[in-house]
């Protein structure tokens, strides 16, 4: 795992942290704000979002420059600052977040096809699961390859997939209509939208979705080549992504009316790009589309398995997750990982799964995992830990961090109580794992602060079980 050919550059990690954000996300973008919010709204959420994302940026940038021997963040930090049940607790949650987007993005892009095939349909067909089935496996068994060789390949898809996207926000410039944009401005004309306020809450889990994966870099901290390239890669990723996201969802409300975008079939870039263009414009960022979900769906394949090795690495999770096979890969953080997103694609045909149900459940469960990485870090910043000589970058860093813990706590009360109570019925069962691991170790699974932990998180999980059988909660 330390061999230099195995070791990634500053290219190639800020592409494994566009190739994470940049996945369907953003391409459903128009659909998604216009059904919960109007042009007003959606600027103060994005303002929001820009300072509470950034900070979150600076976080990870901050804490693998300081904290170097932390590798994998946003798990390690956790551990660091709460201890073993919080690290796993973060370690699960990011997991079964990225398997769960990789679920939605194979819906996704079978939804996209269905455009030109109608076979697929709404991407939970019984022809769509058989060929998402294809394409997973076929992905599992590229990276069973190497490491390094598919961070390449995510590369080129990532630069593919930008070049739509520029195209689009060329076209819709110059048919921005300011008139339209500005058109019953703070959406009081669609009274199901609800106050501003409550416009503001409920994009929040949007933009949440299409940020997923700032922290890409920090997961691969302990294969870049240079470490204060993991820090570099997330700001640099960040920025890039979130002028793309911006351009392409404010020129949408230029186009068409909050109505109109919120009818939208996603992918409804395609939608918005037809109707300035015609046809043309919708199958350019069809095909963008499906080059997008490719390559998202091979860094988060890489994300899945390594979240895994990591955790298994210093005995948090059990020892089977770090078995390696000769290039260098956690092959059985892999099958774990793809094993699942088999079950849950299989389940799709079952109970008709939609890309946007399943988005909201994988944001809701990466919550948790980006609250702890932001306590840890002002955590450090108050017990002035390697601030020692350095006074004045502690009180910044502590302004920072504690944007990012505000911001984290608002994600949470924007996501509603029937999106915690279906995490705690996703992060319950994941003790079994840790108890596994504490007893390869000899040691005992929960400290007395845990227990109640875990009891909170039980009764939150058999809460969440009865609501799912009566009814009043629903995927």
Avoid at 62 to 75: C, E, M, Q, V, W
Avoid at 172 to 187: E, L, Y
Avoid at 225 to 231: I, T
Avoid at 442 to 462: D, M, R, S, Y
Wanted: net charge positive; proline share 3%.
């Amino acid at each position: 795992m330390t061999q230099n050919t195995q070791k990634l550059k500053l290219g190639a990690l800020v592409a494994l942290v566009v190739g994470s954000m940049i996945g369907g996300g953003i391409f459903s973008l128009p659909q998604n704000m216009a059904a919960s919010a109007g042009a007003g709204a959606v600027l103060i959420g994005w303002v929001i979002t820009a300072i509470g994302m950034l900070t979150l940026a600076f976080v990870f940038q901050t804490l693998a420059n300081r904290k170097p021997d932390l590798d994998s963040g946003i798990y390690a930090y956790a551990k660091a600052g709460f201890g073993d049940y919080m690290g796993f607790s973060s370690a699960w949650g990011y997991w079964i977040s990225a398997w769960l987007g990789n679920v939605s993005y194979f819906v996704l892009l079978f939804s996209t096809l269905g455009y030109f095939f109608p076979i697929f349909g709404e991407g939970n067909t019984l022809a769509s699961i058989v060929c998402a089935s294809l394409v997973l496996w076929g992905i599992h068994f590229l990276v069973l390859m190497g490491i390094r060789e598919a961070a390449f390949i995510n590369l080129v898809t990532t630069i593919a997939k930008v070049v739509p996207l520029i195209v689009f926000i060329v076209i819709a410039a110059t048919a921005f209509k300011s008139g339209i944009f500005v058109d019953d401005f703070w959406g009081q004309g669609n009274l199901e939208l609800g106050s501003v306020m409550d416009q503001v809450r409920n994009m929040m889990l949007v933009t949440v979705w299409v940020f997923i994966g700032i922290e890409g870099a920090s997961i691969y901290s302990a294969r870049a080549e240079k470490r204060s390239d993991v820090g570099k890669a997330t700001v640099i990723g960040f920025l890039g992504v979130l002028l793309l996201l911006i351009l392409v969802n404010v020129l949408s409300m230029g186009i068409l009316r909050q109505p109109e975008l919120a009818g939208l079939q996603n992918p409804s870039m395609a939608g918005v790009l037809e109707h300035v263009v015609g046809r043309w414009g919708s199958v350019l960022i069809g095909v963008g589309l499906i080059i997008s979900l490719a390559g998202g769906l091979l860094a988060w394949t890489l994300l899945c398995a390594e979240i895994l090795f990591a955790g298994a690495r210093d005995h948090t999770m059990p020892a089977f997750l770090r078995k390696e096979n000769s290039k260098q890969v956690p092959a059985n953080a892999l099958w774990l990982s793809n094993g699942l997103i088999q079950l849950f694609l299989i389940l799709t045909l079952f109970n008709a799964s939609t890309y946007l149900s399943l988005f909201y459940l994988a944001t809701s469960m990466i919550l948790i995992p980006y609250f702890w990485s932001a306590a840890y870090a002002l955590l450090v910043a108050w017990r002035k830990d390697t601030y020692e000589t350095d006074p004045r970058a502690r009180n910044k860093d502590l302004l920072i961090a504690l944007v990012a813990v505000i911001y984290s706590v608002w994600l949470v009360y924007a996501g509603g109580v029937q999106y915690i109570l279906l995490s705690a019925l996703l992060y319950a069962p994941g003790a079994a794992l840790f108890a596994k691991a504490k007893r390869e170790q000899n040691q005992p699974v929960f400290t007395p602060l845990e227990k109640v932990i875990f009891a909170v998180v039980v009764a939150g999980a058999l809460i969440a079980a009865y609501g799912l059988y009566a009814g009043f909660l629903s995927l």
